[in-house]
Structure formats: C-alpha cells, structure tokens
C-alpha cells in the first residue's frame, strides 16, 4: 500500500543541478521522517539528507551547501536540489520513509527506515 516513487535524475555535467522528487503514498506522511540516500556498486548505501516529522534537517558532510531537502506536506512529496553537483555524486538516489525517526546530528541509518523507492540514478560527468 505504501509507495515511494523518484523522479529527476539524469546525467549532468560537474558544477550542473537537479531535483530530485519522490512522490509518497499509503501512509501518514506527517508522522514520518523521510530522506534521501545514495548508493554506487560495492558500497554501503549513504544517507544524503534527511527530515524528520518537525521539520529537523539533516545533511552528509559531503553535501552541505550543495544540496537542499524539502518537502511538500500537503502534496506528500519530498525533494532533493542539488546543486554545484561533482562526479563523486554519482550514485543511484533512493528515498525513504520511517516512523517516529527523529534527525539529530547524524541521518539515521537505512535500517531505520522501512518503505523505499525504486531509486533514479544521477550521473555526474567531469
């Protein structure tokens, strides 16, 4: 019933931008952190940005000043602008969403959350 879907991604070239949506449904969107990770072969999947239900903003080291989490709380769509992208921001994106996930100074763990898209994929050449 739950469905997270994410759109946006293509290839760009480095210093280029993006946003990314995802677009939710099935659940109580208000009670949910939702964010944004990514993930290239071989690694462990990263967390991004993340937002929790009030409104606590989270971001990776590598990110901050670049990207932008927000959300749409009506429309139950979050987004992701990024901007000033660099190659090593290539990955596939995916969002989530999880229950009574609080953000503090650290996104919290994938394994936190519990509905996930299907990932678009960004590519960023040099």
């Known amino acids: 019933q739950v469905h997270l879907v994410e759109s946006g991604g293509g290839s760009v070239q480095a210093g280029g931008s993006l946003r990314l949506s995802c677009a939710t449904s099935g659940y109580n969107y208000d009670n949910y952190c939702v964010a944004w990770f990514r993930q290239t072969p071989g690694e462990e999947r990263e967390g991004v940005a993340a937002i929790d239900s009030g409104g606590t903003t989270g971001y990776a080291e590598s990110v901050k000043g670049r990207f932008t989490i927000s959300e749409d709380s009506a429309k139950k769509t979050l987004y992701l602008q990024m901007d000033s992208l660099k190659p090593e921001d290539t990955a596939m994106y995916y969002c989530?969403?999880?229950?009574?996930?609080?953000?503090?100074?650290?996104?919290?763990?994938?394994?936190?959350?519990?509905?996930w898209g299907q990932g678009t994929q960004v590519t960023v050449s040099a």
């Open positions: 989530a969403a999880g229950p009574y996930i609080p953000v503090s100074r650290m996104i919290p763990p994938p394994s936190w959350f519990n509905y």
